[in-house]
């Protein structure tokens, strides 16, 4: 039997053969001709790569803030220093959530001005050791003019600007660290409340545009649209004049622009892209290293090059055709795989060793498929309760917001929050496996009564449901007998662990008002709160004994 591999073998060598003499002539030739044009694009993609890297960077700042601005807006119900007081201690929870999903955040804040309220301030987190936020004292803005927009540039600057803005480099406040922030000003019925913001390690950024190198002495930097710096890897952009430039010939167009010039003595080629926040992204090299020693391009390649190359390119086609099938389909096989069908299977099955490697390859499709699937039941498992996890939640709601994107406004679906009471009360004074055995308690609670939906564990003592179908219709009755399976089990338990002690809140899907599916759990948590806060004051209008009273 011969071979596939002895077969390809010998008919590449008789045609490589003939077409290398030639070939061999002609490749100094084309490698410089082609190199200019391979190196503007190298250089394009990797700018356009960091470009992708940075605009991720920035929006999801830009995002968070945006989101807690939004939030807040719509939160606020007052200007006193009560209304304002519970107002802040909402943003506060949510602001902490969207900061820790986001990169690279040094601080976060939301500053009241001193003319709403004089006692009511705010809040400012750090996060300068990377071991998680913990709340600042706040800078005294009492004692500056806050018309004046070179001092507390993150709340002076928002402020006159009455926009979300990005910052340039400053030293944030107390804590003499070099940031970039976003701020965003907060209104209530057309008055200046605030500032939300986000301020972001100068020194992580500049990893990123560092990151971005080509050649040996290649290196990026960040400008505006004039050319002034914001960050450059051997300029010290601090000690620069505010009228100070780095003289590049850029226009200031928004597309993608090349140039030639001549930095120091020494020609340079470069390459911007704009950013998502403003910023230019600038990618330069030496021109001696992107173009290398050559002297000249040759523009054509003689007319017997070509044609013993078209002549060898089509016998190849034609004679190999039969052996190459194979290939082709082994080839669409794993392209198949590779967007997630592994039920697509090969034809071709003879006895070589393409057929061996046609049966190897449906084996491994078969047990990564087999492996993906046992994992992600995995992924998405809460180890504790066993139920589905915070990811499994954020994929479903991705689902449901695509539904909507797509323009379906006729999905019907409510979402519950809850929260079990006084978990830290128990974990204190019984122990952390008795919180345990409280937290499993509540999950089967509401697995029980929630049946037909699936029942999330947000983390601690959260968790959540997606009512859908036959438990959407049903809300109603569910939510009573909820209650009633609660008082029962309280009233059995003589233990507080064992007792089910849980606020709720349900948000319905209403497609006049609402276009995310985040509107919803806002609303929903929103809800819970309120029934937390409900309970508590009933309970504490209630009389109980001490021996009875472990504050549920």
Known sequence: MHSLRTRLTVTMLCVILAALVIVTL?????????????????????????????????????????????????????????????????????????????????????RIDPSVSSSVKGFWYTNLSGDGFIEHEVTDITQYDVEDTSKLVWFTVPKHEGRPIWLPPYITDNLDVRVISYDAPVYWKGNFIGVVGIEVDYSTM???????????????????????????????????????????????????TFVRYTYKGEEKLAVRRPLSNG?????????????????????????????????????????????????EQLTE?????????????PSYNKDDELGRLTRSFKNLSDNVKAHISDLSGQVFIDALTHIKNKGAFSQVIEELQENLNSGNKNTEFAIGVFDCDSLKVINDRYGHDKGDLYLKTASRTICDVFKHSPVFRMGGDEFAVILKKEDFCN???????????????????????????????????????DTTVIEVIQRADKLMYGNKNERKKRHENEVHSPSDNIGL
């Open 206 to 256: 500049a990893e990123e545009v560092d990151s971005i190198r080509l050649y040996e002495n290649g290196y990026a930097f960040l400008s505006d649209a004039d050319g002034k710096l914001f960050y450059h890897p051997h300029i010290d952009v601090t000690q620069l004049s505010s009228e100070t430039t780095y003289e590049l010939p850029f226009s200031t167009g928004e597309g993608s």
């Open 26 to 110: 002609l490749s100094a030739v084309f490698i410089r001709r082609t190199e200019s044009y391979k190196t503007d694009q190298l250089l394009l993609m990797l700018c356009e790569s960091g470009e992708r890297s940075l605009d991720y960077y920035f929006d999801s700042v830009q995002n968070s803030v945006l989101r807690v601005t939004s939030f807040a807006e719509e939160d606020l119900e007052g200007m006193n220093d009560e209304q304002l007081e519970k107002h802040v201690e909402n943003i506060r929870e949510y602001f902490g959530m969207m900061a820790s999903k986001t990169k690279g955040v040094l601080t976060y804040y939301y």
């Open 279 to 327: 910023m230019r992204l600038n990618v330069t090299v030496p021109f001696s290293e992107a173009k290398g020693d050559w002297q000249g391009l040759i523009l054509n390649i003689t007319l017997g090059a070509i044609v013993v190359l078209v002549a060898a390119s089509l016998f190849l086609m034609l004679y190999t055709r039969r052996i190459t099938k194979p290939l």
């Open 333 to 345: 096989a794993a392209e198949q795989v590779d967007k997630g069908n592994y039920d697509f299977t």
């Open 475 to 513: 809300m109603e009755a569910l939510l009573k007998h909820f209650d009633e399976v609660t008082d029962e089990i309280n009233a059995s338990a003589a233990e507080p662990w064992k007792q089910v002690h849980i606020s709720k809140g349900f948000a319905v899907f209403d497609p006049t008002e």
